[in-house]
């Protein structure tokens, strides 16, 4: 009986799956099924021109993939993701910006050509997807980070530089450089080691926006993301941390609006 119970739960469980039916992929992606179940699980899924993802069309560096995504024509963002259907690992980051405008730049390694999906969950649990096609050389997921070529590399470990300047009334641009080697864990005799939390913050401790990123973005990360303020200086706080339990915090400080 018990078995026969088991074998009703599984069944339905297959049918759930099947139940849910996914869009073409205008990427033509051969993994984007597999992509689409594995990271977007939930809610309905439809491919959104209001999402905007800004890539090269080829990679100069594919070590250093500068991709952009702007998805403030959205209400009501709870998340965004970005997926690399052909890297061997394919979660590059994953952003919640809870005080700050649906965007960000960030790079990150690819391992050869590869489709780049990008999923928006907003508030409804709908997934609002766009993408880019990238053409890139082999090797960017599997070569030692550059920094493994230093004896003293360690040394500057998590040296940041940063600048914040204001883009409207209301928000800010801040960019960030942070020194990690960001391995990924599948060249010959290194571990994985990268760095995976960042957490912005404004004076009074309220969350502006959270970065979870994963062993593909690329060495010395660069992000960009936009936080909301207001007029008045403001002193936005970052925190990082990487898989080793390294912390790395400081201040980033947002003029005024020089129209107070």
């Not at 649990?125 to 990238?134: E, K, R």
């Not at 960001?182 to 760095?195: N, R, S, V």
Request: one cysteine or more; aromatic letters at 6%.
């Amino acid at each position: 009986m018990l078995r026969i119970l088991v074998l009703i739960v599984a069944v339905m469980g297959i049918a759930n799956v099947q139940a849910r039916t996914l869009p073409a992929d205008p990427l033509e992606s051969v993994m984007w099924q597999y992509m689409a179940e594995r990271f977007m699980p939930e809610g309905e899924i439809v491919f959104d021109d209001k999402v905007i993802v800004m890539a090269p069309l080829s990679a100069e560096n594919q070590f250093h993939v500068p991709i952009t995504v702007d998805a403030t024509a959205l209400d009501d963002v709870q998340e965004i993701i970005a997926i690399a259907d052909l890297n061997p690992i394919p979660l590059v980051l994953s952003v919640r910006p809870k005080e700050a405008l649906s965007y960000v730049g960030f790079r990150l390694k690819l391992q050869q050509t590869s489709p780049i999906h990008v999923g928006v969950r907003t508030g409804d649990g709908v997934w609002h997807v766009s993408g880019a096609i990238v053409d890139a050389a082999g090797g960017g997921c599997t070569a030692p980070a550059a920094a493994h070529g230093e004896s003293n590399w360690m040394q500057t470990l998590g040296e940041t530089r940063a600048y914040a300047g204001r883009e409207t009334l209301s928000n800010a641009r801040m960019t960030l450089r942070m020194r990690h080697p960001m391995d990924t864990g599948l060249a010959a005799g290194i571990p994985a080691f990268y760095m995976n939390e960042l957490v912005v913050k404004d004076d009074a401790g309220q969350v502006v926006a959270e970065i979870d990123m994963y062993e593909p973005v690329s060495e010395n990360p660069t992000l960009t993301l936009k936080p909301k303020v207001g007029s008045e200086e403001t002193v936005l706080h970052v925190s990082t941390r990487d898989t080793e339990g390294n912390t790395f915090d400081f201040p980033l400080t947002v003029p005024a609006s020089a129209r107070l």
